[in-house]
């Protein structure tokens, strides 16, 4: 099947290694193993799965090492599940290990807890590669219409209007009569992010960077309108 999502579980011992496999094939998973944790890098660099089912004793690996290599080998949203022995004391290192893979379930454990916990770090490696995914097509629009877009942080503007909120001032069309520099003193401090690359060839600028400063650089003719 093409769809199927694709898990790596990688234990030393071969009773539990087959037993997980089994569960997750019969629940109609693509899964895969590794005796080892240098054969599931070399499987994980080709298998690129989904979810990985570590255990937390390792022959030839420290665990550290593989959750990090296994996390930078897998598509970016490869979820890890950190499996130990109930009759293994919790120790210091354990718990940090635990705090570093995504979730973690105590062996012998019920297919149907293993299974719940592989669908749920599933959705949301799925929920987090949907994210990227979209943050890539809007980059790419972004970058790509022919229009400038100036991407602008007016944090500065609504603190000082709160300000100005707070001490009485309702009528700010009134204030700025009064303050006439008002508008320039806003315009200096709302700074420019980003800008598409449309936006360089109008302003002949060679860089990005180029731009990343306040408006009033580049609009202070328009600041009365603005």
């Known amino acids: 099947m093409e769809n199927q999502q694709k898990v790596l579980v990688v234990h030393n011992d071969r009773l539990i290694l087959t037993l997980l496999t089994a569960a997750l094939t019969k629940a109609g998973y693509d899964a895969r193993q590794a005796e080892n944790g240098y054969s599931a890098l070399v499987i994980a660099r080709e298998f690129q799965p989904e979810l990985v089912i570590l255990s937390a004793n390792l022959p030839d690996l420290s665990v550290q090492d593989a959750l990090s290599e296994l996390k930078a080998k897998g598509d970016s949203g490869t979820k890890v599940i950190l499996i130990t022995r109930k009759e293994t004391p919790c120790s210091d290192d354990q718990s940090r290990l635990e705090t570093l893979a995504d979730d973690s379930i105590i062996w012998p454990a019920s297919n149907r807890e293993l299974l719940a916990k592989v669908q749920s770090n599933l959705r949301v490696g799925e ?88 408006i009033d650089s580049y609009f202070s003719d328009s600041i009365k309108t603005f």
């Open 127 to 214: 929920a987090y590669r949907e994210q990227l995914e979209s943050e890539e097509r809007y980059q790419t629009i972004f970058e790509t219409v022919p229009i400038s877009i100036w991407v602008e942080d007016f944090s500065w503007v609504i603190k000082k209007l709160e300000d100005l909120k707070k001490a009485g001032v309702f009528d700010l069309r009134a204030y700025m009569d009064v303050n006439p520099d008002f508008s320039m003193q806003v315009a200096r401090q709302i700074t420019v992010k980003n800008v598409n690359l449309i936006s360089l060839s109008m302003f002949h600028a060679e860089k990005k960077q180029d731009l990343l400063t306040s």
